[in-house]
């Protein structure tokens, strides 16, 4: 695995991290599945993501200050995310 690699992946489990803590992905109980959910307003996700940057926490020192990084990132993770759990369709099963 190339450096950029571990980096960018360091980077997007940071951005998931933020997701979870506030509740905009959740994890399905019985899979472990990554999903987003869209009754959660992303806006705190976003608040909490700059915050920390702000803060220098050290959580977010891959993103060296850089907030908008970390935004587009925390972006991306979520609009590739699933709007339910792969396997069994939780919290909406169908
Ligand atoms: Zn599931």
Redesign the pocket.
């Known amino acids: 695995m190339s450096d950029l690699q571990t980096k960018l992946e360091k980077k997007q489990a940071i951005a998931i991290g933020i997701a979870l803590q506030t509740q905009v992905m959740k994890a ?4 472990r ?1 990554l999903y987003f959910d869209d009754d959660v307003n992303p806006a705190g996700a976003f608040a909490l993501a700059i915050e920390l940057v702000r803060k220098h926490r050290p959580f977010v020192r891959e993103f060296d200050d850089d907030e908008h990084a970390l935004t587009d990132l925390l972006s991306d993770t979520l609009g590739m995310a699933p709007m339910c ?6 919290p909406k099963p169908n």
Do not use: G
Request: net charge neutral; hydrophobic share 25%.
């Open positions: 399905c109980p019985v899979h599945q759990c792969p396997i069994c369709n939780a």
